[in-house]
């Protein structure tokens, strides 16, 4: 996962990474058969882990708000060049052409999506927010979770979108998709 942020998935070679892991390029190859199953193998792996901080937090017994303001901080990437997010951008780059790798980011993006809407419609049901539709609201925070990752990945200083801004336009934004009751 760090060869692939580091240096982009185009310019990592397998002899490289096999020189930086201790092993063969062969050994590699063989076990991951390309560089697009070498990033699905990273991103699953890294959203596993992820999955698993959403499984806690969803199963935490504090208010839906603190919930959805730490679903927002776990969302977000932590600087520009973020590993895990330099991973996901790496498979956007490369789902149009490849029918395994775009079932893929469906798969691992309705993860993200379903344990969203599980998150505003409990809080709803709790009276912690307003009565909302739990799938759209989801996905249209999502979309712009998408957007500000995407910014502090790539462009930090740049796109003038550092992760505390971020983190700051995504709460802003959620206050108004999210309301609380």
């Keep these: 996962m760090a060869a692939i942020a580091e240096d982009g998935l185009a310019s990592l070679t397998m002899s ?11 050994h590699i190859l063989y076990y991951f058969g390309s560089k697009d199953r070498l990033l699905l193998a990273a991103l699953r792996w890294s959203e596993a882990a992820l999955a698993e901080e959403r499984r806690t937090l969803l199963a935490r017994r504090t208010p839906a ?3 959805l ?6 969302y977000l990437p932590r600087g520009p060049r973020d590993p895990r997010w330099t991973l996901w951008i790496e498979l956007w780059a490369r789902t149009a052409g490849n029918p395994e790798l775009r079932d893929a980011q469906r798969e691992l ?3 993200w999506q379903r344990d969203l809407e599980s998150l505003l419609a409990a809080g709803a049901a709790r009276g ?33 979108q550092d992760p505390r801004s971020a983190l700051d336009a995504a709460r802003a934004a959620a206050a108004l998709l999210v309301p609380r009751a």
């Design 69 to 74: 303001d730490d679903f927002l901080r776990l």
């Design 109 to 111: 993006d309705a993860d």
């Design 65 to 67: 708000e603190r919930k």
């Design 16 to 26: 490289a990474l096999a020189d930086r892991l201790g092993t063969s390029g062969g």
């Design 128 to 160: 912690r927010f307003a009565p909302l539709d739990a799938t759209a609201r989801a996905s249209e925070l999502l979309a712009l979770l998408d957007g500000l990752s995407t910014r502090v990945v790539l462009g930090g200083e740049a796109t003038g």
